[in-house]
């Protein structure tokens, strides 16, 4: 479902990401994790083809993204959902008429749209509010609306950039069950965050560690550590100052 | 498909109502621009439509002498019915003293402070006047043709009681010399305005492009097409220009019931034209289609 192949991209001099290498099948769950700039969201970038791949191959739903063309990444999009931190929704419409979006620019029926979109707003506890404007709701309701328009259509795959950024705990422990939930219909999904404590409650999904645009961690053999890795750490700890105490290593990666 | 299509093309017009202000702005651009474009249509069709009547005709205007008793007079009517003998002759028009001086008061219209001048019909200053149209004979050459002009003049000059005779040159001449001020001044004076138009049409429809970035930014991101997202901005685009030549068309309209005869008196004795059903669908269409392709331009900029 994603292949990824010796990925790399630069904005000018930075490299922002290095010779990446994972896959993932259909109905996989993985977690990026990492600190910020670490190179996660320029990943998801990628993968819905917001960037241009520069280096190396990439490719998602059977898009291969270095030869894409531009006409093409709408196919891509209406098999590749995306959910953000700041949920990128229209606040000036209402909670429905958000979720039927990306039906309508599929040209579904009515019918059948309203159909969906019923039961997708249903599954989401915001059936009572949607005839509200979503610039009405609150954040965590906001981000409901957001998962609801990415699932309506069934996505192959699913990124979600800090979906759980702008929530509390306890909303963000709630959307990730929901993201389990639609994961069980077969979708594959990458969801980057900061969060240790969402990555201990699902010790079952795969995660990869970025640190400088490398892949510095995983946690199964899909995904390759940055080749140069073990030179450059054994170089840090040479030149860096002693430390009083030794670092923790990030919960669920290792290989 | 055409569910799609006709429901992004009310999106269009509804999208009118995005930034209030500067849609106003671009429709009175529009119908100054379009109303611009339809005056020099209006003095294009008025000219050759005159041109055209008049081809081959050469005008002369006779004065004869003010204040005739009632003999001169009978003898004036007798001398326009001698004139339509002369060879070549077309048609003609002409005015008494009374008919000038009551064409004069019509002329003076209702806004003059003068509006009766009775005062002055018995001792009336106008001449009797007349404009005739002759056509020179086939075999005039070029060259003959001044010959004939003199020849003709000279017979209204000949005739008792005139005081004047003024010609107006060939209305061939005077065709051409048209057809070269509508070629290199007028045409390209409408092609640059056409362009003003899908200029100004272009620059809104990015505007109204830029105010909906975010919007934009979320279909692209739920996998609209681009002609998905353009197309609500060029319809709300040709729906302006629509708008802006419909509403420059009516002011047209009224403005030729007000003028077209303002140029009714001799020697011009021009009606100013309205526009021909050709050109009234050109100016709603090719605004149109300039709405559509300025908006076009204005979205791939």
Known sequence: MIEINHLSHNFGQHWALKDISFRLKKGEFLFLSGPSGAGKTTLLNLLFAALPVQRGEARVAEFALNSIKPAQIPLLRRQVSVVFQDFRILPERSVYDNVLLPLQVRGLSRVHSDRRVRAVVRALGLEKRSSLLCGELSGGEQQRV???????????????????GNLDAELSF??????????????TMIVATHSQ????????????RLED??????????????????????QRRRTAPPQPKSTKQPEGAGS | MPRIILRLIGQGILGLSINPWAQILTLTAVILVSFLVGLFLMAVTTLDHQLSMASGETSFQVYWRPGPDQAQSDEISRQWQEIQDIPGFLHGRTFTPEQALKEMESRLGRN?????????AENNPLPPTGLFAFSPPQDVQNLDYGIWIKDTSQKLWDLPGVEQVSVTPLRDELGQAWRKVNTYIMRPVIVFL???????????????????????????????????????????GAVQALAGSAIALVLLRFIHMQIRDVLMFPPLMLEIRFLTPEMILLMLAVPALMGLLGGWVGLKR
């Open chain 1, 146 to 164: 957001a998962v609801a328009r990415a699932f309506v259509v069934n996505p192959q795959v699913l990124l979600a950039d800090e979906p759980t």
């Open chain 1, 174 to 187: 709630r959307l990730m069950d929901l993201f389990k939930q639609f994961q069980a219909y077969g979708t």
């Open chain 1, 197 to 208: 404590e969402l990555m201990r409650r699902h010790p079952e999904a795969k995660v990869i």
């Open chain 1, 213 to 234: 645009g490398m892949i510095t961690g995983a946690n199964w053999p899909g995904a390759t550590l940055y080749p140069g890795l073990e030179q450059m750490m054994e």
């Open chain 2, 112 to 120: 003059s402070t003068v509006k009766d001048l009775t005062f002055i």
């Open chain 2, 194 to 236: 056409t362009l003003l138009l899908g200029l100004i049409i272009g620059n809104t429809v990015r505007l109204a492009l830029l105010s909906k970035s975010h919007e934009v930014e979320i279909l692209q991101l739920v996998g609209a097409f681009n002609w998905y997202i353009r197309l609500p901005l060029l319809v709300c």
